[in-house]
């Protein structure tokens, strides 16, 4: 048990050891950029639209004469605050989308360079029809993320189980990782639980290294593609003992 928590907890390290000796860091460059530029975009974009809509809910709330202001203060800084983070997670989905291409060639060559799956010259074309061929799965993936994302913030506010939903919500992220691969695999939505659940400390001992590397600002846009990396790798070993063979077909 704790040599499979290890290898997990270094999958990242192989990961950024991969990229490295494939001299791929500008897979940590670009999506840096594509990120900041999508997210501060959208808010830029929409921040008017949430600051009125948010000043019509604070004038409605006002008209309850038996509302403290504190408490209309309060309620009127949770709202900022709910819409900030919302807007932001919403941002973010977006940008995996429209980087998820650029992703799924990024494992499409760690796997090559890992002998995982055969080498051959794969156009963007190729990953971009697989990625629409896969996208049913990816959207029942995003929502379901999406709801339990949702539930696991509002159970974040009682006291004790802070830390049980801090350490899911980063297993949300590396299990959102790990799925490139398993894109790649071509793997439905029931194989891709299965494997994952399958091995459960491998993907803890990953979601517990990428939470300590979290706590260092304005790491997670770097951390997510050295994420990917070292989730394609772990794969790649664990399913050399699992009971599917991968099929591309």
Known sequence: ????LKKGFMALWEGWKL????????????PFFLYGFIIMGGLWTFSP???FYIDKAT????????MPNFLLWLSEVMIWVLSIIFLVYALFLLSTVIISPFYSLMVEKVLMHLRAIPQENISWWEIIKRSLKMLWVSLIKAFVFFVVG???????FIPGLNIITS????????????????????L????????????????SGMTVSMGLLLLIPGLNFILYPICIAGGAS????????????????
């Open 188 to 203: 439905n939505m029931r194989q891709r639980w299965s494997f994952f659940q399958g091995h459960i400390v491998e993907f």
């Open 1 to 4: 048990m704790w040599y499979d």
């Open 49 to 51: 639209w949430m600051s």
């Open 19 to 30: 990229l490295s000796e494939m001299n791929r860091r500008v897979y940590l460059i670009f």
């Open 234 to 249: 772990l794969v790649a070993q664990l399913q050399k003992n699992a009971n599917w063979s991968p099929s591309r077909n």
């Open 59 to 66: 004038q409605f709330m006002s008209e309850f004469q038996f």
């Open 167 to 186: 350490f899911l919500f980063v297993m949300i992220l590396v299990f959102d990782c790990v799925d490139f691969t398993f894109e790649v695999y071509l």
């Open 150 to 156: 949702i539930g696991l913030f509002v159970l974040s």
